[in-house]
T-cell receptor, first 115, second 115 residues
Framework: AQSVTQLGSHVSVSEGALVLLRCNYS??????LFWYVQYPNQGLQLLLK??????LVKGINGFEAEFKKSETSFHLTKPSAHMSDAAEYFC?????????????FGQGTTLQVKP | GAVVSQHPSRVICKSGTSVKIECRSL??????MFWYRQFPKKSLMLMAT?????????EQGVEKDKFLINHASLTLSTLTVTSAHPEDSSFYIC???????????FGSGTRLTVV
């Protein structure tokens, strides 16, 4: 079974500061990992994903994440926060190309950006 | 890019009635569809997985007779909430996977309110 834990349900940063959202996963098979952003009453938008290959993944809007197998982590970072980054962020894991491919989500982290 | 259209975006229904939510893949063939439920300020809970032409597989604890899922074609999947009650009020989101690429495309979600 797979699972995702997002450390910190609420993160607050100042505009221009570093954003770090933490995600740890558990998977019995090589995982595919994703970060999504959700704005109120909207669906999910993919920020970035890791499947295979390079462990540092760059996504949209200046976000990036690094897959660290030894730490079972996939933390999301952005060097400088913008007010528009305030939203709900979800880390998710799937079982890759095998089995069901179900996407399992973490609990979510609310990012607040202060002016 | 891949687009999934979900309708309606909002629906209010009376207790005891049924509501149908549609998800259409507009520019790809959705071989697998996932249906999620999201409670306020909570993560996405996977309800069921459906493959085109097959019966849906429901997650543990999800009532398959209440949440009817049909995936009769490669471009359309529907979720019908039967005999809806106020506790069924929630945000429902679909997600589709297609052949030829690995990714999950999400609909924009449906806000269901049962009064």
């Amino acid at each position: 079974a797979q699972s995702v834990t997002q450390l910190g349900s609420h993160v607050s940063v100042s505009e221009g500061a570093l954003v770090l959202l933490r995600c740890n996963y558990s998977s019995s098979v090589p995982p595919y990992l994703f970060w999504y952003v959700q704005y109120p009453n909207q669906g999910l938008q993919l920020l970035l994903k890791y499947t295979t290959g390079a462990t540092l993944v760059k996504g949209i809007n200046g976000f990036e994440a690094e897959f660290k197998k030894s730490e079972t982590s996939f933390h999301l970072t952005k060097p400088s926060a913008h007010m528009s980054d305030a939203a709900e962020y979800f880390c998710a894991v799937s079982d890759g190309s095998g089995n069901t491919g179900k996407l399992i989500f973490g609990q979510g982290t609310t990012l607040q950006v202060k002016p | 890019g891949a687009v999934v259209s979900q309708h309606p975006s909002r629906v209010i229904c009376k207790s005891g009635t049924s509501v149908k939510i549609e998800c259409r893949s507009l520019d790809f063939q959705a071989t697998t569809m996932f249906w999620y439920r999201q409670f306020p300020k909570k993560s996405l809970m996977l309800m069921a997985t459906s493959n085109e032409g097959s019966k849906a597989t429901y997650e543990q604890g999800v009532e398959k007779d209440k949440f009817l899922i049909n995936h009769a074609s490669l471009t359309l999947s529907t979720l019908t909430v039967t005999s809806a009650h106020p506790e069924d009020s929630s945000f429902y989101i679909c997600s589709a996977r297609g052949t030829g690429y690995y990714g999950y495309t999400f609909g924009s979600g449906t806000r269901l309110t049962v009064v």
